[in-house]
């Protein structure tokens, strides 16, 4: 089993960024997927959830700037990020869950992170 995050960078606030993950070992399509960040000293909080459809739900701080997408026959679930801004810093995970849930200890599978740095 294998989940793998791409796409973390440095860019500037008001900058774009598109993440990518792509799951492999299991079936995936099965799966809600969402992304998850951390920031420096912060807990692990839940961003995004796409479930089996593609109904999808954003928490408020990137409601509006960040849109999720999967592609099920490729197993990958895509992130554009918009507008980015300095507190948008963290390190991105990616996971997938039976269920659409909010809780961390709720999903079977992790990425190991990528790290998105958004400053001037």
């Known amino acids: 089993v294998q989940v793998v995050e791409a796409g973390g960078v440095l860019v500037q606030p008001g900058g774009s960024l598109s993440l990518s993950c792509v799951a492999s070992?299991?079936?995936?399509?099965?799966?809600?997927r969402s992304w998850f960040r951390q920031g420096p000293g912060k807990k692990r909080e839940l961003v995004s959830v796409i479930n089996f459809g593609g109904a999808t739900n954003y928490a408020e701080s990137v409601k509006g700037r960040f849109t999720a997408s999967r592609d099920n026959a490729k197993n990958t679930v895509s992130w554009q990020m918009n507008s980015l801004k300095p507190e948008d810093t963290a390190i991105y995970y990616c996971a997938a869950a039976r269920a659409a849930t909010v809780a961390p200890s709720e999903y079977d599978y992790w990425g190991q992170g990528t790290q998105v740095t958004v400053s001037s």
């Open positions: 070992g299991f079936r995936a399509g099965d799966f809600a």
